[in-house]
């Protein structure tokens, strides 16, 4: 009798210990997933180095990419979200098209409704002409930007789906790069 006394007590630490594991494992998971995932969405891989400059932006609207260079040399390249109706050029205010060309980053607004916000020189003279012919207005404020103020914990899953009224959205992180990279008068071009 004894001996089956001292197996019970035994089962019963094993089966403690084994409940005692599966908690600490459903724990680490609880708190582990849920961060992995913030830092999956908010990492900026392959950060650019300080005094980093470049002097082009391409941004290809049919692979949802936007990528940098400096004298020819491709240094990075983002995934991009753009306005809901991507396909084919923007042609009149409110069509949800980001626009197809080459133009200039003209101005930069620290204080948008977006973290941080480049804005591009659209629209060009043939751009109002081409939308004033068809009796509309070609749009304006067409920006580089980051997420919504306040929404920046969507961090990277923004790109799930194009949002934008037409213009390119990187996350919080990646446009603070680009930002501090970007001069002003550095030529942009958007490809189909």
Not at 76 to 102: C, F, H, I, M, S
Not at 152 to 162: C, I, P, V
Request: hydrophobic share 40%.
């Amino acid at each position: 009798m004894p001996v089956l006394q001292a197996l019970g007590v035994v089962c019963l630490a094993n089966s403690e210990r084994e409940m005692r594991l599966k908690f600490i494992l459903l724990v680490g998971v609880i708190l582990g997933v849920p961060g992995a995932i913030y830092f999956y969405s908010h990492h900026n891989w392959n950060p650019l180095p300080p005094n980093t400059t470049i002097d082009r932006i391409v941004v290809e609207k049919s692979a949802r990419k936007l990528s940098i260079f400096r004298a020819g040399e491709k240094l990075k390249t983002y995934r991009v979200a753009l306005g809901r109706n991507p396909t084919g050029a923007k042609q009149q205010e409110g069509d949800q098209k980001t626009p197809e060309g080459v133009y200039k980053i003209d101005n930069r607004n620290p204080h948008s409704n977006f973290h941080l916000a480049l804005h591009i020189s659209y629209p060009s003279a043939e751009d109002s002409a081409r939308a004033a012919a068809r009796g509309f207005s070609a749009g304006c404020d067409i920006m580089v930007h980051g997420l919504p103020n306040g929404r920046g914990w969507l961090g990277a899953f923004h790109r799930r789906k194009d949002w934008t009224a037409g213009c390119v959205a990187v996350s919080d992180e990646e446009i603070e790069e680009l930002w501090r990279v970007t001069p002003d008068e550095s030529t942009i071009e958007i490809l189909p």
